[in-house]
């Protein structure tokens, strides 16, 4: 008797079967249109100068794949839909390196504690302060005794200003803590349609859209790329 739910030789109506003797062939998964955006939205901002350097150093980022650029011409609602999505999740260029700053700040936090538990950090904090008085205190005299001396004033100024450069070497060494990534924006641009790329891929086939695997695979090459920068990057926070 069929039930409605089952079929006649009894097995489910819906979902997998798994009787013996099926040989029906496993379809493959899209993926999903977020991962990339998601992805890059918990990346850190020693990751992504990591992912900068190592972009650079790639041959195939030298110049736009032919066959990515086309798909993009082509599909013009689908790329906006990219953007769009990957816009969603990182924000602007700005509002992304905030939150790289903020994941940067969240994984060295131990390394704070420690310096502070210490007395490193206010030791630190109190030669900074000493520094930014002495720097002062030398153009504050010659405008209160001599402020028509210009040369004099100048003299003074760029003699200020090769003490703070040293001075800040010295505090940053003394600090222990890592250095802030440059993060230069064209280049960080690279890295949003590298993730733009790999998420249009991910749109068109979750829409089924034949896609030949050289083209998936240039579309997806960018964030791979990123993601192995992570995989290094990680390490250094153990």
């Avoid at 082509?74 to 906006?80: D, I």
């Avoid at 997806?220 to 992570?230: C, H, N, P, Y």
Wanted: proline fraction near 5%; charged fraction near 20%.
């Amino acid at each position: 008797m069929s039930n409605g739910y089952n079929l006649a030789d009894g097995t489910p109506r819906y979902g997998r079967r798994t009787g013996p003797g099926q040989n029906q062939q496993p379809t493959a998964v899209a993926p999903r249109v977020e991962e990339a955006a998601i992805g890059a939205a918990q990346l850190g901002l020693d990751t992504l100068a990591a992912a900068i350097d190592r972009r650079l150093s790639s041959s195939w980022a030298d110049a736009q794949d032919p066959a990515l650029m086309a798909l993009r011409n082509e599909n013009p609602e689908e790329l906006a839909a990219a953007r769009a999505l990957v816009k969603l999740h990182l924000g602007s260029q700005r509002e992304w390196r905030f939150k790289a700053q903020a994941i940067r700040d969240k994984r060295l936090a131990g390394m704070m504690a420690r310096r502070k538990a210490s007395g490193r950090a206010l030791e630190v904090l109190a030669l900074r302060l000493g520094l930014m008085a002495a720097l002062f205190a030398p153009p504050a005299f010659v405008l209160a005794t001599d402020q028509d001396n210009l040369l004099k004033l100048l003299v003074v100024g760029v003699i200020c200003v090769v003490a703070a450069l040293m001075g800040g070497h010295f505090l940053t060494v003394r600090a222990r803590v890592p250095v802030m990534p440059v993060i230069r924006g064209p280049w960080l641009n690279e890295l949003r349609e590298d993730i733009i790329n790999a998420t249009l891929v991910a749109v068109l086939q979750n829409k089924g859209m034949h896609m030949d695997p050289e083209t998936a695979a240039a579309g997806r090459r960018g964030w791979e790329s990123i993601q192995a920068a992570e995989e290094a990057t990680s390490r250094l926070y153990c």
